[in-house]
């Protein structure tokens, strides 16, 4: 017998297409109710961005963060790295916060950092600024892999099409751009926010639950607000009480139980740092005027750090009730969980903080993974009302609306990377200046010892692991009252020194070798402009945006007009002259 032709003629091969193509196309109220959030594998031609496309993605742009961007808080200098730099090396500066009066730091959050740093310093020996960027490259690492499992999450509970706009959001984010390798428990709150979710999705409740705690124990107490819906789920509508209690057990164990002990040998006392910060934010002294913001604050950094992504995210309630009122029957999977429960975490967070006075930055740090979903499925809802009323045929509301989403991402893609470009131009001149000090330092000769000096700009101070073996950073009195952190001690009877205002923190001008300074004469009239002394002489100078400069032109970065409209303020390395003495008669 001859084989059978497995070849299809040319009319059955076009028949067979023109048969596909008519039952492709489905009534367009089916295919909304039918396909709108389910997982995505009845999405017609999605383009789904496999987990190493996902990974090189964002380790892109977090590697590049560790990089080249500057530390925009002194909190993450004086209360992380310097701490850290004292446990390698015996030397830092300390401030209150580390006093056993209040213990509001964890040495174990510090030792998570210290160890892995410790271990490459023996093993390589690389100098003190290689060991700073090392733990920077650590945390983008760690940052990486927390939001490539969110991803994945998000697919599986929300489709594709969601999950791909999440991951878009999250990497050209300015806001990830400073938070992913951010020093701060906060930012190591974050991580584990994408672990949460992450693990909540893929129906691992006990394992949320248990990182929900690891969360709260480690990083920082506000982080329970986090886990609140995963519990409830869990205890109140599936009745797991044993399950959850526990998972909380196992948290204590394996979590809390090192916390106390490390913390406790550190402060010589029982301390329980989660405790003692939940304690000091409800008290008098919570709310520093540094610290004071008005109400509006966090709507003006959410806009900055994820521009029209963050108003999307706000109107994410609402669009939901729309499509839900239009689409009577269940769209979504029975599996998955309410939106009240996946996306309300994001309005209980920010309600709590805007309450109150004290605000930061990196207070939203924990939620920047619910701002990216919640914003992913308000462009994925205006992409059904789009269908609904406008388009009303056609084959899938995704591939019909296609256009819609890549123009809200596409301007959210551009804005951000300008905010990006924004803060590193502004800011850059500070790791400049610091970093020149390794080629100083290769240039002295018979130089034991190196008195590097600051003023005005002790806030602009990255670290001690910028400064060269046998240098030593020293603070000069500004001609304002401020709080200066001071050396560690071991002596408690020392603690009044971390406040600022004690006269030995300071040293006299007369003692400095090198300098760091800058001339904004703006700043106060009191201040004086080193670098037009004749004692000294700029070696390196740079420049960083001046903060008077008009808001929406420092913002974001437009080439030639951001320069032009932006005033700047040289920052200058000053390198003592030594005078010869004149001879006596």
Known sequence: MPPRNRTLSKQQRSGKQSKDKKEKKVPDEATLRKNYGNSGTEEPAVFYLTPTVAFKAIFCFRIISAIWLHISDPDETFNYWEPSHNLLFNYGFQTWEYTPEYALKSYFYLLIHAVPAWIYYELFHPTRVLLFYFIRC??????????????????????????????????????????GTAFLPSSFCMYITFLIMASWFYKKRALAVFLSFVSVFISWSFSLLVGLPIGYEMVVLKKKRQTFLNYFL??????????????????????????????????????????????????????????????????????????????????????????????????????????????????????????????AVSID??????????????????????????????????????????????????????????????????????????????????SSYFLPDKWKMNFIKPPFNNEIPGYYVEDEAQMAKFIGKEKSIYV?????????????????????????????????????????????????????????KCNFVPFHLLKRNRFPRKKSK
């Open 508 to 564: 006299d001008i007369d003692h400095c070798d090198y300098l760091i300074d800058s001339d904004n004469k703006a700043a106060s009239k009191n201040e004086f402009l080193y670098s037009s002394h004749r004692n000294w002489t700029a070696i390196y100078s740079s420049k960083y945006l001046d903060e008077r400069s008009p808001w929406l032109s420092r913002s974001f970065y437009i080439p030639t007009i951001w320069e032009s």
């Open 250 to 375: 196992l948290s204590f164990l394996t979590a809390l139980v090192p916390v106390l002990d490390t913390d406790s040998a550190y402060y010589g006392k029982l301390t329980f740092v989660s405790w003692n910060v939940l304690k000091h934010s409800f008290s008098n002294s919570a709310n520093p005027d540094p610290f004071y913001k008005p109400w509006y604050f966090y709507l003006v950094n959410g806009f900055l750090n994820f521009n029209v992504c963050f108003v999307l995210a706000l109107f994410t309630p609402y669009l939901v009730i729309w499509i839900q009122k239009i689409l009577p029957k269940k769209p979504r999977n029975e599996d998955s969980y309410p939106y009240k429960l996946s996306l309300g975490v994001l309005y209980l967070w920010l309600l709590i903080f805007a309450a109150r006075t004290a605000k930061k930055e990196q207070f939203l740090f924990p939620v920047y993974p619910l701002i990216a979903l919640n914003a």
């Open 138 to 179: 650590f945390l983008a690492a760690i940052c990486t892999f927390s939001e490539l499992l969110f991803y994945k999450g998000v697919c599986r509970e929300f489709g594709i099409h969601i999950g791909r706009m999440t991951l878009i959001i999250l990497i050209f984010s300015p806001g990830m751009f400073v938070a």
């Open 381 to 462: 809802a205006l992409q059904v009302l789009w269908f609904k009323y406008f388009i009303k045929k056609g084959y899938h509301y995704t591939r019909s609306t296609i256009k819609l989403a890549f123009m809200i991402i596409l301007c959210y893609c551009v804005l951000g990377l300008s905010r990006m470009m924004a803060s590193y131009k502004a800011s850059h001149a500070t790791m400049d200046i610091f970093i020149q000090l390794s080629n100083v330092n290769k240039n002295l000769t018979g130089k034991t010892n190196v008195n590097l000096c600051i003023e005005k700009e002790w806030e602009r101070f990255p």
